[in-house]
């Protein structure tokens, strides 16, 4: 089945505690990106992966890092998490090809205090 | 890079009534236009697409029309219900290039 796979699902955690939100998906899709969701705003974009080793930022990356060394993987990684980061998140993956298919991961609440 | 439009940003309507989300694109090289319902809490759901080549495409009450001239699509849902109730995200893409998506309308069906 096809999947993209956040961990944790939900999270609450404290100012500058370093937190990694993982995501992982089945398909050998090249691209992946990750999005953050808060009310009124819609999908913005924080980082994208076109394949392994290529990163670029998207419309809101500040505050976040990203590293794609294995297809499959794409974690969104938080180094000093603050309180303007607490959002839902989600993944996203597919294929390079025209007219791929985009496949979400289930999301990620995330609170920090 | 992309840019991408959504209007209304709330839609409010009368079960049994259509409704019709718009957007608007930048980058005339996009040539896939995906539109998600997204329920409170959940992940977005592709409800429909459309290719470049394509002018039309239904699928049951739901269709989504596509002017690349004037860099527009919409979607357009018939005989609306409650369930429909839901924030519809529409996103233009081009292999290669990142995703954008528009910023969502929240559509709100009354009975």
């Known amino acids: 089945e096809a999947q993209v796979t956040q961990n944790p699902r939900y999270l609450i955690t404290v100012t500058g505690k370093k937190l990694t939100v993982t995501c992982s998906q089945n398909?050998?899709?090249?691209?992946m990106s990750w999005y953050r969701q808060d009310p009124g705003l819609g999908l913005r974009q924080i980082y994208y992966?076109?394949?392994?080793?290529?990163?670029d930022k998207g419309d809101v990356p500040e505050g976040y890092k990203v590293s794609r060394k294995e297809k499959r993987n794409f974690p969104l990684i938080l180094e000093s998490p603050s309180p303007n980061q607490t959002s839902l998140y989600f993944c996203?993956?597919?294929?390079?090809?025209?007219?791929?298919?985009?496949?979400f991961g289930e999301g990620s609440w995330l609170t920090v205090v | 890079g992309e840019n991408v439009e959504q209007h209304p940003s709330t839609l409010s309507v009368q079960e049994g009534d259509s409704a019709v989300i718009k957007c608007t694109y930048s980058?005339?090289?996009?040539?896939?236009f995906p539109w998600y319902k997204q329920e409170l809490g959940k992940r977005p759901q592709l409800i429909i697409d459309i290719r470049s080549n394509v002018g039309e495409k239904k699928d049951q009450r739901i269709a989504v029309t596509l002017n690349k001239t004037a860099k527009h699509f919409s979607l357009h849902i018939t005989e609306t219900q409650p369930e429909d109730s839901a924030v519809y995200f529409c996103a233009a893409y081009q292999a290669g290039t990142a995703l954008i998506f528009g910023k969502g309308t929240t559509l709100s069906v009354s009975s």
């Open positions: 980058d005339s090289a996009s040539n896939y």
């Open positions: 398909m050998n899709h090249e691209y």
């Open positions: 992966s076109m394949n392994v080793e290529v990163t």
């Open positions: 996203a993956s597919t294929g390079t090809g025209s007219g791929n298919t985009i496949y």
